[in-house]
């Protein structure tokens, strides 16, 4: 059975630090780009980072340059998304995605939603004093 589920989600104060993880399962995560998304409510699905298949390509969206960064472990199957610096508009459901990378480049993907292969359920971040 094919599974992406993330975790890490919470509540953090802001200037805090949160790391969420996405761990693939049923497949691997190896054949995929990933990128991270997120929804706040009331407000469309948005694009944050995404890593190449080896992760030698990265890309931000302009509102988390310099505070989040990305990653991936093939071997274990699990990708990462680092952030600092936590502010209120940060809060959000935060999903990973797969996509096919030799279709789509790290900076279009994140425009891409309906391009994603694989989502997860999403996991929650808040940010609050």
């Known amino acids: 059975q094919l599974q992406f589920v993330e975790s890490g989600g919470g509540l953090v104060r802001p200037g805090g630090s949160l790391r969420l993880s996405c761990a693939a399962s049923?497949?691997?995560?190896?054949?995929?780009?990933i990128a991270w998304f997120r929804q706040a409510p009331g407000k469309e699905r948005e694009g944050v980072s995404s890593?190449?298949?080896?992760?030698?390509?990265?890309n931000y969206a302009d509102s988390v340059k310099g505070r989040f960064t990305i990653s991936r472990s093939n071997t274990q199957n699990t990708a990462y998304l680092q952030m600092t610096g936590l502010i209120p508009d940060d809060t959000a459901v935060y999903y990973c995605?797969?996509?096919?990378?030799?279709?789509?480049?790290?900076?279009?993907?994140?425009?891409?939603?309906?391009?994603?292969?694989?989502w997860g359920k999403g996991t929650p971040v808040t940010v609050s004093s």
């Open positions: 995605a797969a996509y096919d990378g030799a279709r789509l480049s790290t900076a279009t993907a994140l425009s891409a939603p309906s391009a994603m292969n694989y």
């Open positions: 049923g497949f691997s995560l190896e054949d995929y780009a």
């Open positions: 890593i190449s298949k080896y992760g030698q390509f990265t």
